[in-house]
């Protein structure tokens, strides 16, 4: 059992920077496969990143501007955004999934993950 709280959203202007944070609790005696999803108003949720054992992938819309990682001492995870546009307006959210088999899609599949944030909103002005 896993509980996910994120932290970091908030409104910037485009060209702007977010570091959204996802610190997980609960039972941490195996290795979890941790993503990162973003859902916009009338879209579907769409996978932004993931890490499994330091292996992470990130989707190559936001490739050269998001970046993923971790900080294994404080069970927490982060997605540093960098160079924003208003197109990355969503609510995100931190999933987790025990198997590592929710790390082998590309981009992650929303179904494979088992444990989800409440999200936080991320809001882009041009």
């Known amino acids: 059992q896993v509980q996910l709280v994120e932290s970091g959203g908030g409104s910037v202007q485009a060209g702007g920077s977010l570091r959204l944070s996802c610190a997980a609790s609960?039972?941490?005696?195996?290795?979890?496969?941790m993503g990162w999803f973003r859902q916009a108003p009338g879209k579907e949720r769409e996978g932004v990143a993931s890490?499994?054992?330091?292996?992470?992938y990130v989707a190559g819309s936001v490739k050269d501007r998001f970046t993923f990682a971790q900080d294994n001492a404080k069970n927490t995870v982060y997605l540093q955004m960098d160079r924003l546009k208003p197109e990355d307006t969503a609510m995100y959210y931190c999933?987790?999934?025990?198997?590592?088999?929710?790390?082998?899609?590309?981009?992650?599949?929303?179904?494979?993950?088992?444990?989800w944030g409440q999200g936080t909103q991320v809001a882009v002005s041009s």
């Open positions: 890490v499994y054992t330091g292996s992470t």
């Open positions: 999933a987790a999934d025990p198997s590592y088999y929710a790390c082998t899609n590309y981009p992650p599949r929303p179904s494979q993950f088992t444990y």
């Open positions: 609960g039972s941490t005696d195996s290795h979890y496969c």
